[in-house]
C-alpha cells in the first residue's frame, strides 16, 4: 500500500514568520509531488510541483525534495493570513497516473 | 472560463436515485481524473480517463459506480441508487497528458448530499 503522511495539525505560525510543511511518502518508486492548497469548502489549487532531489522556489513557496528520505517539504515565507488553509501533499507513482493524496495539514497564520 | 468545469455545484439527491456529475476539462486537456473527499478527510482517487477510455479505474467502488468520457461532451460521474455514505465532494481534474510531470488542475467540485 503506497502512502503518504502528513502531520493533520493544527499548525499555528506567526504573521510574518515561515510555515513549514512535511509530507513523506512510503514508496521509493514516485516521480512527483505536488502541494495543493485547499481552503475550507473549497477546491484543491496547485501550489507548486517538484519532480527533482533539491529546492525549487517560487514567491514566498519553496518546495524541497530528498528522494533518499522520502520527503517533501513546502515552506512558506512571510506568511500571511490568507495563508490559513488546508495543504495536501500528493505523489504520482512511476507508471501510475493518479495522485495519492496525504490527508492534509491544517494551517493557520495568526496576525 | 478556462478552468476546469464541474456541474452541478451542489447536488441534494435521495437514497436509491441516481446522481449524474458533469466535467468538462480545462481547454487542451484530454485527461480527466475524479477523486471523492469526505468529511475531514483527504481526496481519494477514483478512476482516470481519456476520450472514450477508462485508462484506470481502481479506485471506484465495484457496484453503483460508473464512468465515462465520450468523444463529445463532458466525463460523466454516474452514481446509481445512492445511500447515505455517497453524501462527499466530487472533484474532478485535468491534465494536458498523462505524462508523470505533468499537474492536475482541479474543478470546484460538487458537492453531493443523500437525505
Known amino acids: 500500500q503506497k502512502e503518504v503522511e502528513q502531520n493533520s495539525g493544527p499548525l499555528s505560525v506567526p504573521e510574518g514568520a515561515i510555515a513549514s510543511l512535511n509530507c513523506t511518502y512510503s514508496d521509493r518508486g514516485s516521480q512527483s509531488f505536488f502541494w495543493y492548497r485547499q481552503y475550507s469548502g473549497k477546491s484543491p489549487e496547485l501550489i507548486m510541483f517538484i519532480y527533482s532531489n533539491g529546492d525549487k522556489e517560487d514567491g514566498r513557496f519553496t518546495a524541497q525534495l530528498n528522494k533518499a528520505s522520502q520527503y517533501v517539504s513546502l515552506l512558506i515565507r512571510d506568511s500571511q493570513p490568507s495563508d490559513s488553509a488546508t495543504y495536501l501533499c500528493?505523489?504520482?507513482?512511476?507508471?501510475?497516473?493518479?495522485?495519492?493524496f496525504g490527508t492534509g495539514t491544517r494551517l493557520t497564520i495568526i496576525p | 472560463n478556462a478552468g476546469v468545469m464541474q456541474n452541478p455545484r451542489h447536488l441534494v439527491r435521495r437514497r436509491g436515485q441516481e446522481a449524474r456529475l458533469r466535467c468538462s476539462p480545462m481547454k487542451g486537456h484530454s485527461h480527466v481524473y475524479w477523486y471523492r473527499q469526505l468529511p475531514e478527510e483527504g481526496l481519494k482517487f477514483m478512476v482516470y480517463l481519456q476520450k472514450e477510455n477508462i485508462i484506470d479505474e481502481s479506485g471506484m467502488p465495484k457496484e453503483r459506480f460508473s464512468a465515462e468520457f465520450p468523444k463529445e461532451g463532458p466525463s460523466i460521474l454516474r452514481i446509481q441508487q445512492v445511500v447515505r455514505g455517497d453524501s462527499a465532494a466530487y472533484f474532478c481534474?485535468?491534465?494536458?497528458?498523462?505524462?508523470?510531470?505533468?499537474?492536475?488542475?482541479f474543478g470546484d467540485g460538487t458537492r453531493l448530499s443523500i437525505l
Open positions: 500528493a505523489v504520482r507513482y512511476f507508471g501510475n497516473e493518479k495522485l495519492t
Open positions: 481534474a485535468s491534465s494536458p497528458s498523462g505524462t508523470g510531470n505533468q499537474p492536475q488542475h
